[in-house]
């Protein structure tokens, strides 16, 4: 494939797989630190993955635990992210300056495998909205290349954004930004190498999502709210114990006896 940003690097193509793999690997174990996973396992003692829509993601994990700690989901997820491209943008800085942006898609390509399938739990990860979005912002951070590269992140985020406050519906807010991330990414980069590295990635959270594409065309998707946590599924209600009301002896009466059940011999 064609890549008008591989062409002016003139990189040796050892050199070039070499970094391509240590940043892969980089990136992908990155990815493997998922935030919902290790919050509800190791500080609230309680795998999010067996509650709710099963998911290990910023949505359920709010819904099932709320409080402070879905920000820990948040900042592990997004921080993530961004370290995984910075390391990939620092070592193709150091071949090619003409690598740099390639390098981010590369990057954030596995760090988003390494989020939806970690190996280190199980390969049951997110959907990578929060991993996808952060390196949406960190692409328009920078040089563009046919159009500024900050249209990029204002298509994905203005888009959910303005979506998700309309309906409620987180999901429909993350299935465009992972379909415009991809006309965005072409329409800035028109580069054939990096439009595949954006249908990976938004191809990805497209896939993550579309159990919630067929509830949302079948009309019973849950929609978002920032009410107290729902009781996780199974989990009844207590119920209060039934009343028992004894009539109380009329002035002048004994009070009425119970009837011991005699013994079988």
């Not at 391509?20 to 174990?29: E, L, P, Q, R, T």
């Not at 943008?89 to 954030?108: C, D, N, Q, R």
């Not at 203005?158 to 965005?184: K, Q």
């Not at 993550?208 to 067929?214: F, K, L, P, Y």
Request: proline share 5%; net charge neutral; with cysteine.
């Amino acid at each position: 494939m064609n890549s008008r940003m591989l062409e002016a690097a003139s990189v040796s193509p050892g050199w070039l797989a070499v970094a391509a793999i240590g940043v892969a690997v980089v990136a992908y174990f990155l990815g493997c630190f998922n935030g919902a996973v290790l919050v509800s396992r190791y500080i609230l003692r309680d795998d999010i993955r067996e509650h709710g829509s099963g998911n290990a993601g910023l949505t359920n994990f709010y819904r099932t635990f709320g409080g402070p700690l879905t920000l820990a989901v948040i900042l592990s997820d997004a921080v993530k992210a961004v370290l995984a491209v910075l390391f990939a943008m620092f070592i193709a800085g150091h071949i090619s300056p003409e690598l740099v942006t390639l390098s981010k898609y590369w990057a954030g390509a596995f760090c988003m495998i390494g989020h939806m399938f970690p190996c280190t739990f199980q390969f049951r990860g997110g959907k990578g909205v929060l991993s996808g979005s952060a390196v949406a912002i960190v692409i328009g951070v920078g040089g563009g290349g046919v159009l500024p590269s900050w249209i990029i992140p204002v298509t994905v985020w203005g888009g959910f954004i303005v979506l998700v406050a309309a309906t409620r519906y987180v999901s429909l807010g993350s299935c465009w930004g992972g379909a415009s991330f991809i006309v965005a990414s072409w329409v800035v980069y028109q580069d054939p190498l990096i439009l595949l590295l954006a249908a990976v990635m938004g191809g990805l959270l497209l896939w993550g999502h579309r159990g919630n594409m067929v509830r949302l065309v079948q009309g019973n998707e849950r929609k978002f709210s920032f009410r107290k946590k729902e009781p996780a599924p199974g989990a009844e209600e207590e119920k209060p114990a039934p009343e028992t009301t004894e009539s109380e002896p009329k002035d002048g009466e004994a009070p009425e006896q119970t009837a011991e059940p005699e013994e079988k011999v």
